[in-house]
């Protein structure tokens, strides 16, 4: 039935750091030559587009930029105002606990559901990967569109749905407390199809000997997943964890449209507050300066990862 | 080998994409000679689009001096495209906004003085309604032209007026929630009633108008003069009590509701009552709605409305002779029998004061809305910072509707302006 | 093959059709809202299904939007940046993986950091550089910034890494080329990697909506993401089923694409797994 050449093999990822050294050894400058071959498109690529631009925005972080006219360098007052703000303080604190609320639940829920899945006793199999992967191809704001239906208050049908069993939902998104677990939420069901296909390509890298084995073990099944999968799926798990934590810290299109940063502020992110001093009160050193900060937070968050993977990576190894 | 073959055509593709679709001819109209080529972005899309365009094309076809070219960029994205347009220096010579979106452009820099444009007898501004001059107004200086200025207006469903034996809409507040209260019913009595008498959105209003709205009715203020912060007023505060007594207690309104949402309540008739903008009219009709429209009910202390605002504004990289050829199609626009046909084309009451309602009595809503144009208020006018006010004001005014203390809320909102416009 | 069903099994696929019933949820909403007619959008009680079905949402949509154009433009937009992302995020992710040269770790991590930022912080340096070129209202303007990027390079090192090395050991004991082990020996091996950062890839710049809109202003030139915005109503509000039927072409042509390949996609991560 597949007409795919049978070698065409999915790995699962390698670890985040990298293996230390690699066969082949060192051939020193030639190496350097063909590296740079292959490196040169992308390299022009992400240096004219990218790292240009980043540096331009690090010059503009020091100036009082409204992004045309002319720009005055005041050092380091944005950076200061950054740590004095007593609303960011806010957005930080909103940022980390939308990072807590959708990275664990978008990653579980893809690792449970491939787990399941990956079970050959489970029908119709490609049904669910194809439906289950489907809201990935919706856009983070239309998927907030259709949420914001759902659920509203007067002529939601969910709202409706759960009154009609005795559950009243309330107005979630004008409810300090529920706004921004359903935020999240919107975004872990966007998200969590794509982590699911990743999962479900690390998974079936799992050579069967080793689930025999443990069973052979007397292994139950959560022994075979702790001693099996777990192990074997870190380096995709570390993957996936580091890439939804960094989308995570710069949550904003769907909160854009269904709060606004509401209510009272309680869905507003470190991005919303880049977007809103740069595009709306056009206070681009500002919003610079705050990129760079969240940049730099973000930097350390993905290092702590690195490590906590590496350390782990050694234990089992 | 199709291997080959895609990577030569990839190569090719980057080659061909990257020469041919990068020369682009440049069209900034200060060529010596020719007629003077101008760009308006503007984010009319309705019918009030085609009727733009028109006076824009008669302008055109009116002289052989200036080419206007008009590029619709929506009000809810035009922050997000003119940004880096300005600051590449291709954005446009002339860009229409939303009102209070003006000031903070005008302050960084991007647009023209126009005073001496004002002061031009022939400009057709001498007319303009002075609130409407006010929204383009940022420290005594004027850097733009209106072109729409509405008060926000009562909208009522005369199906349900009818029902509970309503023949009038209310004329003033107490007026207002004696009859909301008539018109609320709890059938099932759960305590949340099928319909309400008003839906009173508490934060993003349409506009963010109606609390200013309430406000100015209760003699109070939010920002005076652009920078003297007034929130925190006994007058205020009674406001505020005195809608949290009728949404909150009485329940006339549902509370947590934003304009959108309140929208929606009265379009599908479940609101009796809603303050809104003059499109309220089209959303009512394709609701199948049978609304009548009044002003909005006099507060103890005046009878105001806050008011809807667009102004369009003349971009710093315009050059010299782009800025007289603005200006001139400034005061085309401007002239009565041109301020006449927009008006009743864009369904929003005449700009200038010597239009009478009965000039536009073939559209009974701009009619309607031309007979309150006196109560029409500028919001926030000559605030720069006018996104933190704003958020300020929600903030209070969603809270306040929450049941917390008035005097706290008012205290820190008061706190929160004076940091944004100081 | 009848095999025995197991208790489990019965369970187990009855959960996996409630969680896809409940994530299919919103989608189903979207495609139905898209054919309500106005007085049923806000109705009270509200119901999954039109009750009177209507296609004036959609008409609306195609008779006030370029439309054809409008879908033409996110293909050529979209297919080009996953195009040209595909060659030359492989290409630097095979020199990250395979080939050990001073400085590699670096600037593995200088490619990630320029992740952590947020776009809307790049936009206006991005935007100024593309209209220096001449390029605002062209496709190149709209692909060239996006030709490369960090994820896809690191994405597809993370699976480099992870193929065997006896392969191209044995090819470049017999003298091949580091571009001829990459052609003939990695990339075959890894189309369904390709496949995946293609199709995110191409998922994220159809579904971009502030980045064709802030790069062309002529509305010929705009995707069907950023033209839905020309669609507003009364006051710039949105009709919802309009929005709808806005939500649903603009999503549909990807979903034809996604079921086009996904046979392959899917396929090729999953039979290949199984010993």
């Not at chain 1, 799992?206 to 689930?211: K, Q, T, V």
């Not at chain 2, 349900?160 to 008539?182: K, M, N, S, Y």
């Not at chain 2, 509707?401 to 005097?407: K, L, N, R, S, V």
């Not at chain 3, 008409?59 to 297919?79: H, K, Q, Y």
């Amino acid at each position: 039935m597949s007409l795919t050449a049978p070698r065409r093999r999915y790995r699962p990822p390698a670890p985040l750091g990298g293996r230390r050294v690699a066969p082949g050894g060192r051939r020193g400058g030639r190496r350097g030559a063909t590296a740079l071959a292959f490196l040169a498109p992308a390299l022009l690529i992400l240096t004219v587009f990218v790292a240009w631009p980043m540096l331009s925005a690090l010059r503009t972080s020091f100036t009082d930029a409204s992004g045309f006219g002319e720009a005055e360098w005041v050092g380091f007052d944005n950076y200061v105002q950054v740590f004095t703000d007593p609303d960011l303080f806010d957005a930080v604190r909103n940022t980390l606990w939308y990072t807590v609320l959708f990275t664990p639940t978008a990653v579980i829920a893809a690792l449970v559901l491939a787990l399941v899945l990956n079970s050959p006793a489970l029908p119709f199999r490609g049904f669910f990967r194809t439906a289950l992967f489907v809201p990935f191809v919706v856009s983070l704001a239309v998927a907030a569109y259709a949420w914001t239906y759902l659920i509203d208050p007067q002529v939601g049908l969910l709202n409706h749905w759960l009154g009609g069993v005795g559950l009243q939902l309330g107005n979630v998104l004008e409810d300090p407390q529920l706004a921004m677990p359903a935020v999240a939420l919107v975004a872990v069901w966007k998200n969590f199809g794509f982590y699911l296909v990743i999962f479900l390509a690390g998974l079936q890298d799992i050579p069967g000997s080793l689930y025999e084995a443990a069973k052979v073990d007397g292994a139950g099944p959560w022994r075979r997943f702790t001693n099996v999968t777990l192990p074997l799926l870190s380096n995709t798990l570390a993957f996936v964890l580091v890439f939804a934590m960094i989308a995570a810290l710069q949550a904003f299109d769907q909160i854009y449209v269904m709060t606004g940063g509401g209510p009272y502020g309680n869905t507003q992110t470190i991005v919303m507050e880049i977007y809103e001093s740069g595009f709306r009160k056009l206070e681009l050193g500002f919003a610079s300066a705050l990129s760079y900060v969240l940049l730099i937070a973000t930097l350390l968050l993905s290092v702590l990862q690195f490590v906590f993977f590496g350390r782990r990576e050694k234990d089992t190894q | 080998m199709t291997r080959n073959r895609l990577t030569l055509g990839l190569a090719l593709a980057l080659a061909i994409g990257l020469t041919a679709c990068g020369g682009d001819d440049d069209s900034s109209g200060d060529s010596a000679g020719g007629p003077v080529e101008l760009t308006f972005w503007h984010g009319y899309t309705e019918a009030d689009g085609d009727v733009l365009e028109q006076l824009v094309d008669d302008f055109n076809a009116s002289q052989d001096e200036v080419v206007i070219s008009t590029e619709i960029n929506p009000w809810d994205v035009i922050d997000d495209t003119l940004l880096p347009a300005l600051s590449a220096g291709n954005g446009p010579d002339i860009v229409a906004m939303p009102a209070e979106r003006l000031p903070v452009y005008a302050d960084r820099g991007a647009f023209v003085e126009l005073d001496d444009f004002y002061d031009d007898p022939d400009s057709n501004t001498a007319q303009l309604n002075p609130g409407a001059v006010e929204m383009v107004t940022v420290e005594g200086t004027r850097y733009g032209v209106p072109t729409g200025f509405v008060p926000l207006a009562m909208f009522y469903n005369k199906a349900l007026f009818a029902a509970a034996g309503i023949t009038e809409p209310p004329a003033t507040w107490d007026d207002w929630v004696e009859t909301a209260r008539a018109l609320t019913v709890d059938q099932n009595g759960d305590g949340t009633p099928e319909q309400y008498g008003a839906a009173i959105p508490d934060h993003a209003t349409v506009a963010n108008g109606v609390w200013p709205s309430l406000f100015y009715g209760g003699g109070g203020d939010i920002v005076e003069g652009g920078t003297d912060v007034v929130i925190d007023s006994p007058e205020n505060r009674a406001t505020l009590e005195f809608w949290y007594q009728a949404i909150a207690v009485d329940k006339i309104s549902p509370t947590g509701v934003d304009g959108i949402a309140g929208d929606g309540l009265f379009s599908s008739g479940k609101a009796a009552m809603y303050l809104g903008g003059p499109w309220m009219a089209s959303i009512s009709e394709e609701n199948g709605i049978d609304y009548g429209i009044a002003p909005v009910p006099a507060g103890p202390q005046a009878q105001a409305a806050s008011a809807i605002g667009v102004s369009m504004a003349v971009t710093e990289q315009a050059g010299d002779d782009a800025v007289e050829a603005a200006e001139q199609f400034f005061s085309y626009f401007l002239d009565q029998e041109n301020a006449v046909t927009w008006s009743l084309g864009s369904g929003w009451p005449p700009l200038r004061t010597d239009v009478a309602a009965d000039a536009v009595a073939e559209n009974p809503v701009v009619a309607a809305l031309t007979e309150q144009a006196e109560f029409g208020r500028p919001l926030l006018p000559g605030v720069v910072n006018s996104v933190d006010v704003l958020t300020a004001v929600d903030e209070l005014t969603q809270r306040a509707m929450a049941g917390e203390d008035i005097g706290t809320l008012l205290s820190e909102a008061q706190a929160e302006i004076e940091s944004a416009v100081g | 093959m009848i095999a025995r069903i197991r208790p489990s099994t019965v369970l187990g696929t009855m959960a996996m059709l409630a969680v896809t019933a409940a994530v299919l949820l919103p989608l189903a909403i979207i495609v139905l809202t898209a054919f309500k007619p106005v007085s049923e959008v806000n109705a009270f009680p509200p119901t999954l299904l039109p009750q009177d079905w209507t296609l004036d949402n959609l008409r609306r949509i195609v008779d006030e939007l370029p439309f054809a154009r409008l879908v033409l433009n996110s293909f050529l937009f979209a297919g080009g940046v996953t195009m040209f992302a595909l060659v030359f995020d492989s290409l630097a992710a095979y020199a990250l993986a395979r080939i050990d040269f001073t400085g590699r770790r670096t600037l593995l991590i200088a490619i990630i950091a320029t992740l952590m930022i947020p776009f809307q912080a790049t936009l206006v340096p991005v935007y100024q550089l593309v209209s220096d070129l001449g390029w605002v209202n062209t496709f190149a303007g709209l692909i060239a910034p996006r030709a490369a990027d960090a994820f896809g390079i690191f994405f597809l090192r993370q699976f480099f890494l992870a193929l065997p090395r006896d392969l191209d050991n044995a090819a470049r004991i017999d003298g091949a080329s580091e571009f001829r082990i990459f052609r003939s020996i990695v990339l075959p091996n890894a189309v369904p990697a390709l496949l995946t950062l293609a199709i995110f890839t191409f998922v994220n710049n159809w579904n971009d909506l502030l980045w064709p809109l802030i790069f062309t202003t002529e509305r010929e030139m705009g995707t069907i993401t950023s033209g839905l915005t020309l669609l507003t109503g009364p006051g710039g509000i949105v009709p919802y089923g309009v929005m709808m039927a806005g939500a649903l072409v603009a999503i549909l042509p990807l979903v034809i694409a996604f079921l086009l390949v996904q046979r392959r996609f899917i396929e090729s991560i999953a039979t290949t797994g199984i010993k």
